[in-house]
């Protein structure tokens, strides 16, 4: 937390420039000890966008009639059949997503959710009225690229593209492929082949042969008489029609394999620019459109007395190069409110597959709220090179957001010098922030310097770092949280990943509670209904509550925990680093740590150990406890804090109540 150069007084601006420029080797006490400058600038550097031509590509595996063994160096020729199926759809060029086209028609055998001309992530009705009942899945590899479904029309920016829909005459050779060493074969450009037909596939050496077929269904098929042979099923073929058996060399009674060769993981793409738009720079007043993707490139700043509206259902990638960020600058305001079915989403413009925490530099909101960091009120300079913040209204408004999701967002600027999934900075009590998802970003996910913005139901998944960090004077409420540590982060942490950190200042040093005291410089914020989960002991993984550099002041309040699978670490430690806090947790902490708190003044009751989650899969999980999970006689979180609304459980969710996670959260590997 306590970052380099990391936030200065206005007066000390001058003075450390100077510094600087007369000697590089200032050091400041920080919290990272091994970061690589060097590496974050090369991150930052790199370019990951894609800039492949319009076209049709496949991808795939060339293995023998067991589904596993390749076939190497192998020549696949592809001819027409004379056929037509159903014609690749785009959807209305209104709706449709921005960039390049790109209708994924097979993902081996598990289609997933569909993100594309559609608002939002569609309903199962939507879905099969745009694609039919098979989903296929995003791919993008770039701000150019986007996923579509099919339909019985190809768009004329397809067209004029040069990609074809006419009939394919029987025989006539469109394509060849050579399989590599392992059989594999990668994103291989048809330029003569047409959608909406069916193929010959032909393997030289072999003797039989395989039809292709491009299909309306949103899949890529082989197509075995009556029935349809998803590629990258290892399953054997079998045989339903007689006539259709026996043509392509079987006896009607084959229930095994009859073929010398399959295609395995089959990816058949369609490729197509179309205009996207872009955000940069500083804004006007602005109010983007559900109907269209979005950009932002380079630090996007909403200056202050603007306001950016942002509808339901739509999505915002972030740029590799320049890095996407977006800044709501003191006075300025953001309006984006989605729903739980129509979430708002910011995430990485690279391929779903490839992404990773780091890939754009996330969401920073300034506010007036007082911090203290060089004393109290004053101003100060943002982590992750933002400018300065911090003022004196606790009550200031930096707008509202609810149903959001962030995904792989975050940038190292210099060790101890990052930009986060959702930095808060100054944010005052005025603003609203719920249902918030920040999902693994590059170093934390919430991070809260000062003010005193309220916060509920929010969800921090695989961040690099902490799920929750705060420090300088913070002083608001959160209640309705999960902070979930995955044993497989975006990277190697440089630092020590907990579920909350929280620093008194990151001076390492304060005197009295900002919350109790006019004069007082300590972060004092209270937690209430949180579930914190781990993976056990492991590199990295420290205490799941972690209090400091407060100089024995109490530095938070916390209530109504469910704390589990932190292994032999700490439930709360407020005694190392050698700048102790006192924690005070009021009436009930649910934890099942073995370890006993350390340093720590309890206040409490420790209740229900071993109580499990349903699911802790870093991909599908499911937060709600096995059993009951209510408070014993009537311990209520609303006693911790008048405002925290009545809760009298442990943790996030309630043991057979509503999840309020439902319906907008997301998990992606990458």
Excluded at 306 to 323: D, E, F, N
Excluded at 430 to 441: S, V
Excluded at 492 to 498: G, I, L
Aim: net charge negative.
């Amino acid at each position: 937390m306590n970052k380099i150069l990391k936030k200065l007084t206005l007066l000390s601006i001058i003075t450390i420039m100077l510094l600087v420029t007369a000697n590089c080797d200032i050091i400041s006490p920080e919290k990272k000890e091994n970061n690589s400058a060097l590496l974050a600038l090369a991150l930052l550097s790199s370019s990951q966008t894609s800039s492949r031509e319009p076209g049709i590509y496949i991808s795939g595996k060339l293995v023998g009639s067991d589904s596993s063994t390749a076939i190497a160096n192998a020549t696949i020729t592809i001819k027409g059949r004379g056929e037509t199926a159903a014609i690749v759809r785009t959807g209305v060029a209104a709706t449709t997503p921005a960039g390049f086209y790109q209708n994924v028609l097979s993902t081996g055998t598990s289609p997933v959710t569909l993100y594309g001309n559609t608002t939002g992530t569609p309903t199962n009705a939507t879905r099969d009225t745009e694609c039919g009942t098979t989903v296929v899945s995003m791919y993008s590899a770039s701000i150019t690229n986007r996923v579509i479904c099919d339909s019985s029309t190809l768009d004329a920016t397809a067209k004029s593209s040069g990609i074809s829909d006419s009939l394919i005459a029987a025989d006539t050779e469109v394509g060849t492929i050579t399989s590599g060493a392992d059989g594999t074969f990668s994103k291989i450009k048809l330029s003569t082949i047409a959608t909406g037909n069916t193929y010959t596939l032909s393997v030289s050496g072999k003797t039989k042969t395989r039809r292709l077929r491009i299909a309306k269904s949103g899949t890529s098929t082989l197509l075995d008489g009556t029935s349809d042979l998803i590629l990258g099923s290892s399953t054997t073929d079998t045989k339903k029609g007689t006539s259709a058996a026996t043509a392509e060399g079987a006896s009607a009674s084959s229930t095994t394999n009859p073929y010398d060769f399959s295609i395995t993981d089959l990816q058949v793409e369609v490729v197509y620019s179309k205009p996207y738009d872009i955000l940069t720079g500083t804004l006007g007043n602005t109010t983007l459109s559900a109907a269209k993707d979005y950009v932002l490139s380079g630090t996007v700043i909403v200056p202050s007395g603007v306001t950016l509206t942002i509808p339901a259902g739509t999505r915002i990638y972030g740029a590799t190069s320049p890095a996407g960020a977006l800044l709501i600058k003191q006075g300025g305001k953001i309006d984006a409110q989605g729903t739980a079915s129509s979430p708002i989403v910011f995430t990485s413009e690279k391929t779903a597959g490839s992404r990773s925490g780091g890939d754009w530099q996330g969401i920073i909101i300034q506010g007036n709220g007082i911090q203290t960091f060089g004393g109290r009120g004053v101003t100060a300079v943002g982590e992750g090179d933002v400018g300065t913040f911090g003022g004196s209204n606790d009550a200031d408004s930096s707008g509202t957001m609810k149903y959001v999701r962030i995904e792989f967002a975050g940038a190292p600027f210099s060790p101890g010098n990052e930009r986060n999934c959702l930095s808060l900075m100054g944010v005052g009590s005025a603003t609203t922030l719920e249902y918030i998802q920040c999902h693994r970003g590059y170093d934390d996910g919430f991070e809260i310097w000062g003010g005193a913005v309220n916060m509920k139901y929010l969800v921090a998944t695989g961040n690099r770092d902490d799920q929750f960090d705060y420090a300088d004077g913070w002083i608001g409420r959160l209640q309705f949280a999960i902070g979930h540590l995955y044993a497989t982060p975006v990277a190697a942490n440089d630092d020590t990943s907990r579920c909350i950190e929280g620093d008194g200042n990151s001076a390492q040093t304060c005197t009295g509670s900002k919350k109790t005291s006019t004069t007082g410089t300590c972060a004092d914020p209270s937690f209430a209904n949180v579930t914190c989960v781990s993976f056990g002991s492991g590199q990295n993984i420290g205490d799941a509550i972690f209090v400091r550099r407060a100089n024995g002041e109490k530095a938070g309040e916390f209530s109504h925990f469910h704390i589990l699978n932190f292994g032999s670490q700490n439930s709360s430690d407020c005694a190392s680093s050698g700048q102790t806090a006192t924690l005070t947790t009021v009436n009930h902490t649910y934890t099942v740590s073995t370890a006993a708190n350390n340093g720590c003044t309890s206040g409490g009751t420790i209740d229900q150990a071993g109580v499990a989650l349903t699911s802790t899969s870093e991909t599908a999980p499911n937060y709600a406890p096995v059993s009951a999970n209510t408070t014993t006689g009537t311990a209520n979180a609303n006693t911790l804090n008048t405002s925290f609304d009545s809760a009298t459980y442990y943790g996030a969710i309630l043991s057979g109540g509503t999840d309020w996670t439902t319906g907008w959260t997301s998990y992606p590997t990458n």
